[in-house]
């Protein structure tokens, strides 16, 4: 018996607003004073109300669009309520059954050449047809059941007996994104995570950090029985050689949380699958809970298992009307979205002639894309190809005076463009000059000159280089073949 | 007639006319707290040396306006009370419950900080059923408040130490909520008028949370031109308060028109039923040929769906106070949750259970449709009167503890309340008459946003029947 994995993914992303989503209070919390950025909402005080972030709400909706969803026209936010010291309300507001964005997908394996084909368990129609496009091209389909804003709950930190809480955070805006359960393998997961963060950052909405806490992830893990050819019963014979799965998925799930960077992703996760198959292999089934992944023991362990399964009572929060938004402002929104990555690579490998492998470096941050494509405009007035600008910034390595690396986005395009050029730069040579070293590379040299007039090209370059030698500058290697040519005639 | 005795109006004119000071106004006031609080228990906290400080402030400042710039404070020296659940900075706000008992705001309500910005002196926080729950004040923490008209019976709630201070001339306007008649019940009960504004109409910040989609921010005053005094300066959109809308606010005290005629008033016929005492029946069909007399035409009309009011409230809000309440778990103020009272503790298991899974759809969902109805009941009467009027309380002021011992029966005496509440509409409670020495009111209401004309209705009563003239005997 063979097992695949199912995984979804649930992902939290802290939007980098000015304020928090209910308040006017900063939002930016990284190493502030513990509790300095609070106010009566935030803190839950009697008597306070919310009042949404609108530009957070914008910001959701172009993640969705990012993502490819529908934005809906109505919606609202829930109360979510459960008790713990972090969320000072007793509930949080989250959205329910109305939120932002629904029913998007991102797509896996673009950046490879060739992907093996698999198959997706898409039910929906509207998926289909990706699907379809997808196998055509051999890439992977990630639907996205929804994308919905919340606010993220205060900072607890645990010292001895005691429980510090640190409500700077309380309030911040909280854009969750959530797949549904096609992915097959950790590969799969940490790729999606890279795009998401990738997109994120283009739209300007988060920094996304996984190591101060503003992109978080809970992978929720299964394992499904897959029933091979040779164990099938004989009428199913007929799909030899494939794999026939049930339909059904599996009747329990294994929510995984406290990853924080990419390293720990892919660990987290192959080790619960191995965890797992070891429990299914015994005849047993994996009890449905939450782990938490223990960095120093390279695990995931059981966290404090709930009696029950929280009831959270969702109902419409009755402090903020429903947000209704029209097909313009909609449109609106996804007019004001940068040029994702996933078309600026398109285009850089077209518009610009690169290889894949030099467009994915140029278009992996925004800011280094944008800045190319200034200097690509001052290369086109020095007759400077795009291609020898890629070239030139992905090899060189930019140093200062003191001999230390810097960033190159930070010459400006007109000083990238006189440095390439001085690099470049070939001293034009005396006439006379080349044509003594010339003769002398050919008197000095008789059986390269024999073999290059029996047709062998190579001896040519040798001649080249030879004559290249003879002098300490940098010379046109053009000039110095014309002159070769002709001469050796 | 001595100071405390006066309404706004007539204080206003006396400070501009210099003919008294605030702190004289003020003094008398807090001697009459001090007189008769410890019988009728009206107050929690008396604020006496800030009070006597803000007064003295006002009187250095009214010897300084100009006429004009004094009308620009329409409250300067007034001795307002604040019902315990609006957040007063600094001073003591325990919303009548054990758990906040010692808990002191960092921040003042918005309307806390209107009433202040023009002039208002903060007498005091009135003591109130814990956290709104309740229709007779006797579900205070803090004890029960009395009716100064009768020291036996209640004076209605929740707002009962608000009604109670302005009845017994201890202020001369108090701030409540009404959120299933918690205004309009003590004004009844206390011979004074009591506002419920449209919902959204005013600011919700700073005042504890009851029943978020039923709170309305109200006041109790000795007459409705104090009352439409006090509107103007509370009401408004507030970017603090997502569900206060943007709608323009007409000048309700300029040019209060006591004219009538041509007026339709509707009677709906489910509010006179045999539920009804026959004594307020009475005062109230008589209130309605008054109006009659004064030009105004009254119509028989149908609230149908009036009957399923009550159990639709007694879903919604007990669901909201469940969440509500679910913030004072004593970490960051306020004491634990063994300290609520018995009628909290019952709104938020009834609340828990009617949002639960597998319970959400037949009770809360259900119940919010219901008031849809409810509300298109009001929509569709509104076509054809102008407003309506109909008794506040099915029976007049109980004796103390009567109907302690069974919640349900006091959930009953909202019959009459909820349904403005559950429509969002506004409701204006004034005096009309006396039961056995006891006050009876009646309500009018609008549909939403017709503050000024529910004003202007009330207006008319009052000056024809003066029934605010009237005051309690107090020993």
Redesign the interface.
Known sequence: MNYKPIIGLEVHVELKTKSKMFCSCKAEYFGEKPNSNTC?VC??????????NKKAIEWCVMIGQALNCKINNFSKFD?K?Y?Y?DL????QISQYDAPFSHNGYAILGTNEEKTPESKTDSGQSTYRMFTCQARMTAKRVIRIRRVHMEEDTAKLTHIGDNSL?DFNRSGVPLVEIVTEPDFENAKEVVEYLKILQQIVRYLGVSDADMEKGYMRLEPNISLKPVILASEARPESKKDAGQASMTNDLPNYKVEVKNINSFGFVKKAIEYEIKRQEEILKGGKTPIQETRGWDEDKQKTVTQRTKEEAN?Y???PE????PICLSESQISNFKSQMPELPDIKLARFIKEYDLTRYYAEILTREKRKADHFEKIIREANKNNISPKQIANFIVNEKFVNIEGKEFDWTLMSPVNMIKLHLSLNKTTSIDEKALERAIKNVIAENAKAVENFKSGKETALMFLIGQTIRQFKEKIDVKKITEMLKKMLQ | MKLNQLTIKEAQEGLRNKKFSSVELTKACLDQIKKHNPSLNAFITVCEDSALHEAKKADIQINNLTIEQFNNYPLLGIPIALKD???TKDIK?T?GSKV?EN?I???N?TVVKKLKNAGAVSIGKTNLDAWGHGASGENSDFGPTKNPWNQEYVPGGSSSGSGVSVAADMCLAATGTDTGGSSRLPAAFCNVVGLKPTYGRVS??????M???LDSIGHLTKTVEDSALIFNLTAGQS?????TPNKKLPDCIKNLKTEVKGLKIGRPKEYFTQALDIQIKCLTDNALKKYEMLGAEIVNISLPHTEYANPCYYIIQP??VS?N?????G???GNTRDEFGDEAKRRIMLG?YT???GY?DAY?KKAMQVRTLIKRDFENAFKKVDAIVTPVSPTPPWKIGEKINDPLKMYLSDIFTVTANLAGIPGLALPIGFVGGLPIGMQILGPQFSEQKLFEIGHAFEQETMFYKQKPLLR
């Open positions: 009566p803190l839950g005080l009697p008597g306070a109300l919310p009042v949404p109360r309520n008790f010291p000072p309300k007793g509930y809480i009831d009572r969702y109902f009755p402090d903020i009307p | 659940l609006f957040s706000t919303a906040l808990y705001p960092p921040y309500a919700r910040y700073g005042v504890i949370s029943a978020s989609s970017p603090d308060d997502a569900t669901a909201e969440s309440l679910a913030r004072y778990d970490i960051r103020y828990t949002l639960s899974t959400y809360y």
